[in-house]
């Protein structure tokens, strides 16, 4: 007997969906790993999803995300930064197409089923954590960044420096307690990198609830990504560095990942929607 289609996740209150993102500035990490770790790793946290693998390798993905959203109320900044494993439903293994990691990196999978299983994300907004917990099912927590990137109203280059800082949630539930110890960091200098332009949205984020049900949350994002392809030439333009390898997030960065170069970085900013251009004189 063929089940009937099932309900949808419910929308907690006082959340609306989909939700839009005024600007996006973003950065991916990729790396490829040995997969017994990360299947280990993803049966605890995702026991409907399996690791995907590239010629043998699993792919563990970071990205770090700075983003502006618009409200009723006014306007809100966030940055948050996800530790994912790239992962497929167990059950809908047969549909997988075949691909290697730059087919994927670049988008190839048009069934979306490769997607994003999130193992850890660090936020430093208390309603962001406490959307992406009750839409998303994402495991969020609080953490806190210090971080420089490409600008327009910046000196020239291609250079990300992003550091995640501990923190803890605050004396109420619109706050976090920032604490100064670091938690891990990355740099990449991308400057003067070939680049290929990638569609590899919708992005699948995958997430398990607290009954144990796994759900499916795309994320669109309207424009190409910059694709870069790591070698041994130009893969210690990305450097990993775990800074508490006691916390959770860098224990499981540590034993995933340890010294593995990055194989690919894939980034987006928005463009910019006005400028305030440079004065003159009357006379």
Not at 34 to 44: G, I, T
Request: charge should be negative; hydrophobic fraction near 35%; proline fraction near 10%.
């Amino acid at each position: 007997m063929t089940p009937g289609p099932l309900p949808l996740p419910p929308v907690a209150a006082p959340f609306q969906l989909p939700f839009h993102y005024g600007a996006l500035h973003h950065i991916g990490l990729d790396f490829l790993v040995d997969p017994q770790p990360v299947r280990e790793l993803l049966a605890k946290h995702h026991p409907a999803l399996s690791a995907a693998e590239f010629d043998g390798q699993a792919l563990v993905s970071l990205n770090y995300q700075l983003y502006f959203a618009q409200y009723s109320f006014g306007g809100g900044v966030t940055q948050e930064i996800e530790v994912n494993i790239v992962a497929f439903p167990t059950g809908a293994a047969g549909r997988l197409p075949r691909l290697g990691y730059e087919e994927y990196a670049h988008g190839y999978d048009q069934t979306k089923l490769l997607g994003i299983a999130r193992i850890h994300v660090l936020c430093d907004n208390p309603f962001a954590i406490d959307a992406g917990r009750k839409l998303y099912a994402e495991p969020k927590s609080p953490g806190w960044f210090e971080a420089a990137m490409p600008s327009l109203n910046g000196p020239r280059g291609e250079v990300w420096s992003v550091q995640c800082k501990k923190a803890s949630p605050g004396p109420d539930a619109e706050s976090i307690t920032r604490h100064e110890a670091d938690l891990f960091s990355f740099t990449a200098d991308l400057t003067g990198l070939d680049h290929t332009p990638a569609n590899n949205t919708p992005i699948t984020g995958y997430g398990t609830d607290e009954s144990g049900r796994a759900l499916a949350g795309p994320m669109n994002v309207y424009q190409p990504y910059r694709q870069y392809t790591l070698g041994p030439d130009t893969a210690a333009r990305v450097r990993l560095t775990v800074h508490d390898s006691t916390a959770e997030a860098g224990q499981d960065l540590t034993r995933l990942i340890g010294d593995t170069p990055a194989a690919g970085a894939w980034s987006y900013q928005s463009p910019p929607v006005a400028a305030h251009n440079r004065p003159y004189y009357l006379g």
